[in-house]
């Protein structure tokens, strides 16, 4: 059973079109995050929904735009395509509350190259 | 290979031996750590986690220690086999927006390479 599972793994495209991925997770989290990862390995948080409510939006372009129909899905959504946007993209998913948090869980990775 | 033009830090073993991977955190007021090992083509998985009111805890083979004086992390692996072969990341958790929110905040992650 995939726990977060992420569509599609590779996606090759050219600069200035538009592609969603979308991210689903079966594990009755209430939060889903979106991380990028760049060439250097570095992972940076892109967004954070809490109950399908944005609550992190870190400085990203406003090409980038996050959609959570449901708790359980937040897809990514990236008008204009840019070279700079090449990078693998992680959906994650953990569950807060009570003033506590538990570790987030990642999906395997969307590996998004624009030419 | 994989290293190349990565310029992570990197820490190669023999296998059998113990490793010992360092991160230091940046906000002294982050409350819960966590340990991620990422295999090449994978995401990040969870290994092992600490809350700030522990410095030391052991899990199969891999035991994580903070020091809150100097905001530092460690995380050691005993017995290191070829399978631990990956990129390692300690990440520090944040209350956010007033205290509302949680972010989870990763640091520059290490290249574990172990020689059979």
């Known amino acids: 059973d995939t726990a977060v599972s992420q569509t599609p793994k590779y996606l090759v495209t050219q600069m200035g079109n538009d592609k969603s991925i979308k991210c689903e997770q079966n594990l009755g989290h209430d939060t889903m995050y979106w991380y990028k990862q760049d060439s250097k390995k570095f992972l940076k948080i892109m967004f954070s929904y809490n109950n399908k409510e944005l609550i992190i939006n870190e400085t990203v372009p406003n090409r980038f735009s996050p959609k959570s129909p449901d708790k359980a899905h937040l897809n990514l959504h990236i008008n204009s395509l840019e070279l700079g946007d090449s990078a693998v993209y992680f959906c994650a998913s953990s569950q807060e509350g009570r003033g506590r948090f538990t570790e987030a869980f990642f999906g395997q990775g969307t590996r998004l190259t624009v030419v | 290979g994989e290293s190349v033009g990565l310029h992570l830090p990197t820490l190669s073993v023999q296998e059998g031996d113990n490793s010992i991977i360092n991160c230091a955190y940046s906000n002294s007021a982050s409350d819960y750590f966590i340990w991620y090992k990422q295999e090449s083509g994978k995401g990040p998985q969870f290994i092992i986690d600490i809350r700030s009111n522990m410095d030391k805890r052991q899990g199969q083979r891999v035991t994580v220690l903070l020091n809150k004086t100097v905001k530092h992390l460690s995380l050691q692996i005993a017995a290191t086999q070829p399978g631990d072969s990956a990129v390692y990341f300690c990440?520090?958790?944040?209350?956010?927006?007033?205290?509302?929110?949680?972010?989870?905040?990763f640091g520059k992650g290490t290249l574990l390479t172990v020689n059979p």
């Open positions: 990440a520090e958790n944040l209350l956010t927006g007033g205290g509302s929110n949680y972010k989870l905040t």
